[in-house]
């Protein structure tokens, strides 16, 4: 591993890192799609700050393109009160126009220069290394890698400070605004610490990744816990492993590093999906099927309560009866009783079923639930 | 004039148009269901999600015929789909996390079989990436002829089921207690939907794509209430801001189609929540605008009801500076007085006096009887309520 493959898996990860920690609040506001829309949208904002300055890594750059995130939100919020078009087509309405015009910006004025529609789309990690920082003579790495830690750092912080603020807002914001939290200020915030992470993540991967590494890890962390710090954690972890992952694929593939993170990143969230411990789809499947068998010996065991000591008790408790009586197969009907017998709650005499104690004691509980 | 005789005469140009005609009525018509299902980000994340699919098709056939990618692209949008419906369904992850994911991991996998495909010997991979941003000028025959042909069928099963669509679209639980396969219709519907969007990928190209499917309903809806209406104005929308958008991409140098597209259909959106009557903006400040008016109107002619009533005479003059008074949050009173004059409702009697008519009594009491009515309605809606 060369110094420079060291240096695109370090900016990788610090880049999903960053993504992740605003990216969890927009998974549980459910406002995912607002990275899209900012991601796309921040584009004129760079341009326009590109044309003032000249220079591509000026912080006018940031600030510019952050003020166009936070101007697409107020124009979405614009055009949602005018109540002529439902939030998600005022979303859709929005940002296009406003990358529409970026990307003919661009197009028009900007042909050959750095700032390519390609490069804005899909961004180029492989270059990263090329822009270094340079103080006074020493060579301190790429210059990329400090941006993304100046950004990242600052997501922390605001996490950190503002952590029972944003907890609230997000589960209850209805509490937060009457105790006097000033939900809209925190989302603004919110927004604006995207649109700073999209701006600066993306002229290494792109704007389509930035959503990938901003909903992806923390959708996956959601998956896997409970709780909002664990799940903030488990996002930025998800999104480092994503991102290395994703060098070494893109490596084998010798293809674009980006779409391999983002190609990880799903990867991820697919194994989760399918075996998260208590969430994933074979978790669920095994508990229906454990629960399936678990009711049908609490219904035996109930019908036989019911008829012990009667005079139909006989007939009832005939194992071929069961068919008749709870209406299950003959094959599925034998099942049960073995399993029954097996866990102690019936016995078997001469084809006729018997309650045990703990039998008995199971279906008076069932009885007692229900 | 020059441009509009071209097109009869220019092949190239001819083509664009009719395919960029072709774009904006299919995604239009069908955008219409999606921005009233509240599926609007949908669009965005099928054109995003079809990306792989064009690469994989490509990758799969070698072929770069408009019929094997739009196959492809409709493939991987509805597989995208579908994921997403299984993943809120199944999981506690919500719909715009989903489509979020969905969205750029598609998308992102698009891109590594792009790059992978770049870097294959021989491999003649030029004109895949006009996908990204669309190329209107590269349009020709062969694909207008596809466009249309998948286009017609997708407009043709639209008609043939449109009650179906409609109750989909309006009031799913009820067609499920009528009977009708809900969930077919729905997987109908949202496939018809990732057709219109793969027709329009080569003009618009994935990015932008999304915006052709929400932007001519969201106009079209100013302008009506009925979904007949709304889709057929929805089609002229769409295909209008298609051929202006591609004939100024193609008679210009380096102004990208997709863009220029979005840009003329955004027009088209803020010109009708601005000018549609009733909806729009304009008509709806000119009729706040109106109402307040009125309601100020009425409030001056009561408060001289009010005052008159203290007197023998109904028409007992009174001072223009005590309505003022009365009003402190209006300011001068004079000219609702002068307007209620015109409408023959009060009479000057000395300078800065008004005195009420006999048509003005009359109107005061009918404003004061509807006033009542409303709250004695009010109070017996109350009481139905209590009980």
């Given at each position: 591993?060369?110094?420079?493959?060291?240096e695109?898996?370090?900016?990788?990860?610090?880049?999903?890192?960053?993504?992740?920690?605003?990216?969890?609040f927009?998974?549980?506001?459910?406002?995912?799609?607002?990275?899209?829309?900012?991601?796309?949208?921040?584009?004129?904002?760079?341009?326009?700050?590109?044309?003032?300055?000249?220079?591509?890594?000026?912080?006018?750059?940031?600030?510019?393109?952050?003020?166009?995130?936070?101007?697409?939100v107020?124009?979405?919020?614009?055009?949602?009160?005018?109540?002529?078009?439902?939030?998600?087509?005022?979303?859709?309405?929005?940002?296009?126009?406003?990358?529409?015009i970026?990307?003919?910006?661009?197009?028009?004025?900007?042909?050959?220069?750095?700032?390519?529609?390609?490069?804005?789309?899909?961004?180029?990690?492989?270059?990263?290394?090329?822009?270094?920082?340079?103080?006074?003579?020493?060579?301190?790495?790429?210059?990329?890698?400090?941006?993304?830690?100046?950004?990242g750092?600052?997501?922390?912080?605001?996490?950190?400070?503002?952590?029972?603020?944003?907890?609230?807002?997000?589960?209850?914001?209805g509490?937060?605004?009457?105790?006097?939290?000033?939900?809209?200020?925190?989302?603004?915030?919110?927004?604006g610490?995207?649109?700073?992470?999209?701006?600066?993540?993306?002229?290494?991967?792109?704007?389509?990744?930035?959503?990938?590494?901003?909903?992806?890890?923390p959708?996956?962390?959601?998956?896997?816990?409970?709780?909002?710090?664990?799940?903030?954690?488990?996002?930025?972890?998800?999104?480092?492993?994503?991102?290395?992952?994703?060098?070494?694929?893109?490596?084998?593939?010798?293809?674009?590093?980006?779409?391999?993170?983002?190609?990880?990143?799903?990867?991820?969230?697919?194994?989760?999906?399918?075996f998260?411990?208590?969430?994933?789809?074979?978790?669920?499947m095994?508990?229906?099927?454990?629960?399936?068998?678990?009711f049908?010996?609490?219904?035996?065991?109930?019908?036989?309560?019911?008829?012990?000591?009667?005079?139909?008790?006989?007939?009832e408790?005939?194992?071929?009866?069961?068919?008749?009586?709870?209406?299950?197969?003959?094959?599925?009907?034998?099942?049960?009783?073995r399993?029954?017998?097996?866990?102690?709650?019936?016995?078997?005499?001469?084809?006729?079923?018997?309650?045990?104690?703990?039998?008995?004691?199971?279906?008076?509980?069932?009885?007692?639930?229900? | 004039?020059?441009?509009?005789?071209?097109?009869?005469?220019?092949?190239?140009?001819?083509?664009?148009?009719?395919?960029?005609?072709?774009?904006?009525?299919?995604?239009?018509?069908?955008?219409?269901?999606?921005?009233?299902r509240?599926?609007?980000?949908?669009?965005?994340?099928i054109?995003?999600?079809?990306?792989?699919?064009?690469?994989?098709?490509?990758?799969?056939?070698?072929?770069?015929?408009?019929?094997?990618?739009?196959?492809?692209?409709?493939?991987?949008?509805?597989?995208?789909?579908?994921?997403?419906?299984?993943?809120?369904?199944?999981t506690?992850?919500?719909?715009?996390?989903?489509?979020?994911?969905?969205?750029?991991?598609?998308?992102?996998?698009?891109?590594?079989l792009?790059?992978?495909?770049?870097?294959?010997?021989?491999?003649?991979?030029?004109?895949?990436?006009?996908?990204?941003?669309?190329?209107?000028?590269?349009?020709?025959?062969?694909?207008?002829v596809?466009?249309?042909?998948?286009?017609?069928v997708?407009?043709?099963?639209?008609?043939?089921?449109?009650?179906?669509?409609?109750?989909?679209?309006?009031?799913?639980?009820?067609?499920?207690?009528?009977?009708?396969p809900?969930?077919?219709?729905?997987?109908?519907?949202?496939?018809?939907l990732?057709?219109?969007?793969?027709?329009?990928?080569?003009?618009?190209?994935?990015?932008?794509?999304?915006?052709?499917?929400?932007?001519?309903?969201?106009?079209?809806?100013?302008?009506?209430?009925?979904?007949g209406?709304?889709?057929?104005?929805?089609?002229?929308?769409?295909?209008?801001?298609?051929?202006?958008?591609?004939l100024?991409?193609?008679?210009?140098?380096?102004?990208?189609?997709?863009?220029?597209?979005?840009?003329?259909?955004?027009?088209?959106?803020?010109?009708?929540?601005?000018?549609?009557?009733?909806?729009?903006?304009?008509?709806?400040?000119?009729?706040?605008?109106r109402?307040?008016?009125?309601?100020?109107?009425?409030?001056?002619?009561?408060?001289?009801?009010?005052?008159?009533?203290?007197?023998?005479?109904?028409?007992?003059?009174?001072?223009?500076?005590?309505?003022?008074?009365?009003?402190?949050?209006?300011?001068?009173?004079?000219?609702?007085?002068?307007?209620?004059?015109?409408?023959?409702?009060?009479?000057?009697?000395?300078?800065?006096?008004?005195?009420?008519?006999?048509?003005?009594?009359?109107?005061?009491?009918?404003?004061?009887?509807?006033?009542?009515?409303?709250?004695?309605?009010?109070?017996?809606?109350?009481?139905?309520?209590?009980?």
């Amino acid at each position: 591993m060369t110094i420079f493959q060291l240096e695109i898996q370090l900016v990788a990860a610090v880049v999903a890192a960053a993504c992740a920690l605003p990216g969890a609040f927009l998974v549980l506001r459910q406002m995912a799609m607002m990275s899209d829309a900012i991601s796309h949208a921040i584009l004129p904002g760079i341009v326009v700050a590109f044309f003032l300055t000249g220079d591509l890594s000026s912080p006018l750059l940031i600030i510019g393109a952050a003020l166009t995130g936070v101007l697409t939100v107020a124009l979405v919020e614009v055009v949602n009160r005018t109540q002529l078009v439902k939030e998600d087509a005022a979303i859709g309405l929005v940002f296009p126009v406003l990358f529409s015009i970026g990307v003919i910006l661009i197009a028009r004025y900007a042909g050959d220069v750095h700032l390519d529609t390609d490069a804005v789309l899909l961004g180029e990690l492989a270059l990263v290394p090329f822009d270094r920082l340079v103080l006074g003579g020493y060579d301190l790495g790429p210059r990329a890698l400090y941006l993304m830690g100046v950004v990242g750092l600052t997501g922390v912080l605001f996490i950190a400070l503002f952590y029972k603020e944003l907890k609230l807002a997000t589960f209850d914001a209805g509490l937060a605004a009457t105790l006097g939290f000033l939900p809209a200020v925190l989302h603004y915030a919110l927004m604006g610490l995207v649109s700073v992470t999209a701006v600066a993540a993306f002229d290494a991967v792109g704007s389509i990744l930035v959503v990938a590494l901003m909903v992806g890890p923390p959708a996956t962390a959601h998956l896997l816990t409970d709780r909002l710090a664990r799940m903030i954690g488990l996002s930025v972890l998800l999104g480092v492993v994503s991102a290395v992952s994703g060098y070494w694929l893109a490596h084998a593939l010798d293809a674009s590093i980006a779409g391999s993170m983002a190609t990880m990143v799903g990867v991820l969230f697919g194994a989760a999906f399918l075996f998260a411990p208590h969430r994933g789809i074979v978790a669920v499947m095994r508990r229906r099927v454990r629960q399936r068998w678990t009711f049908a010996q609490k219904m035996l065991t109930i019908h036989l309560l019911h008829h012990e000591d009667r005079p139909e008790a006989e007939r009832e408790s005939r194992i071929d009866h069961l068919q008749e009586h709870l209406q299950w197969s003959a094959d599925f009907a034998g099942r049960v009783v073995r399993q029954s017998i097996q866990n102690k709650l019936v016995i078997r005499t001469n084809g006729h079923l018997a309650l045990t104690e703990a039998g008995r004691r199971l279906a008076r509980e069932a009885i007692v639930q229900a | 004039m020059d441009l509009f005789q071209q097109l009869f005469t220019d092949y190239t140009l001819r083509t664009v148009a009719l395919g960029a005609a072709t774009l904006g009525a299919v995604s239009g018509a069908l955008g219409t269901y999606a921005v009233l299902r509240r599926q609007s980000l949908l669009g965005d994340a099928i054109s995003h999600a079809a990306l792989p699919g064009i690469a994989l098709a490509f990758l799969l056939t070698g072929s770069k015929l408009p019929l094997v990618l739009m196959l492809g692209a409709a493939l991987a949008g509805w597989l995208a789909t579908l994921l997403v419906m299984a993943v809120t369904n199944m999981t506690r992850v919500k719909y715009d996390s989903a489509l979020g994911l969905m969205l750029s991991v598609f998308f992102g996998f698009g891109l590594v079989l792009l790059t992978f495909i770049q870097k294959l010997p021989n491999a003649n991979q030029a004109g895949l990436d006009t996908f990204l941003f669309g190329q209107a000028a590269a349009l020709v025959q062969r694909d207008v002829v596809t466009m249309a042909g998948l286009g017609g069928v997708a407009l043709l099963a639209m008609g043939c089921f449109w009650k179906e669509f409609k109750l989909l679209s309006f009031d799913a639980e009820f067609g499920k207690s009528l009977g009708f396969p809900i969930r077919w219709l729905d997987v109908g519907l949202t496939t018809l939907l990732v057709i219109a969007i793969v027709i329009g990928l080569q003009t618009v190209g994935v990015v932008l794509m999304s915006a052709m499917i929400i932007a001519p309903p969201a106009a079209a809806r100013q302008w009506t209430d009925r979904l007949g209406l709304m889709v057929i104005l929805s089609m002229v929308f769409g295909a209008l801001a298609g051929v202006s958008g591609a004939l100024l991409s193609a008679g210009t140098t380096n102004l990208p189609t997709g863009p220029t597209i979005v840009l003329c259909v955004s027009i088209v959106v803020i010109g009708s929540m601005l000018l549609a009557p009733n909806r729009g903006l304009i008509w709806r400040w000119l009729r706040d605008r109106r109402s307040g008016r009125r309601l100020r109107l009425e409030a001056v002619l009561l408060d001289l009801y009010a005052l008159a009533a203290q007197h023998d005479h109904r028409d007992h003059p009174h001072a223009e500076a005590v309505l003022d008074a009365m009003n402190p949050h209006m300011g001068p009173t004079r000219r609702k007085l002068q307007a209620l004059a015109e409408r023959g409702f009060i009479r000057p009697v000395e300078p800065a006096q008004w005195a009420l008519t006999p048509g003005g009594i009359a109107e005061a009491e009918r404003l004061l009887r509807s006033r009542d009515g409303g709250e004695g309605e009010r109070e017996k809606g109350r009481e139905g309520e209590d009980r």
